[in-house]
């Protein structure tokens, strides 16, 4: 298992720890899912190890939509080529299309991920993005 650390630094090094997970050879036991009787049903559960396989490709996502008049402007073409003029990034990222002009965001680093989220406001087209993990 991993050593204890201290909950700064599970923060600081959470991408680290997840890819140490995703490296590792993934042998699925009986201990990682576990069944139980609910109020309104079977529940199944699974472990710590189970979670981090599946999460960690969406663990450096979030989701923007411009502000301001809808218009023809917020469409999928438009947005990637303002969020590639805007954020230079040191890794790759994935815009994927949602209903009502939101998109997700999908980085390939925390770092570019934490720049979209806090490196201040980005404006494409007179319109204010909303960035939210």
């Known amino acids: 298992?991993?050593?204890?650390?201290?909950?700064?630094?599970s923060l600081k090094n959470s991408t680290e720890r997840f890819s140490q997970t995703m490296s590792?050879?993934?042998?699925?036991?009986?201990?990682?899912c576990t069944y139980s009787m609910g109020k309104?049903?079977?529940?199944?559960?699974?472990?710590?190890?189970v979670h981090n396989k599946l999460d960690f490709e969406w663990r450096c996502v979030v989701v923007v939509k411009l502000m301001?008049?809808?218009?023809?402007?917020?469409s999928f073409d438009f947005m990637l080529k303002g969020?590639?003029?805007k954020w230079?990034?040191?890794?790759?990222?994935q815009l994927i299309d949602l209903p009502n002009?939101?998109?997700?965001?999908?980085f390939n680093l925390e770092e570019d991920m934490n720049y979209a989220l806090c490196g201040g406001p980005t404006i494409i087209?007179?319109?204010?993005?909303?960035?939210?993990?």
Request: charged share 25%; no cysteine; net charge positive.
């Open 1 to 9: 298992m991993f050593p204890k650390m201290s909950y700064a630094s």
């Open 24 to 32: 590792e050879e993934f042998d699925f036991t009986n201990a990682d």
């Open 40 to 49: 309104h049903g079977q529940n199944v559960s699974f472990s710590e190890k």
């Open 68 to 74: 301001g008049k809808p218009n023809s402007t917020n």
């Open 83 to 85: 969020l590639r003029r």
């Open 88 to 93: 230079q990034t040191r890794g790759g990222w």
């Open 101 to 106: 002009d939101f998109f997700i965001v999908k």
């Open 125 to 133: 087209a007179g319109q204010t993005l909303v960035v939210q993990k």
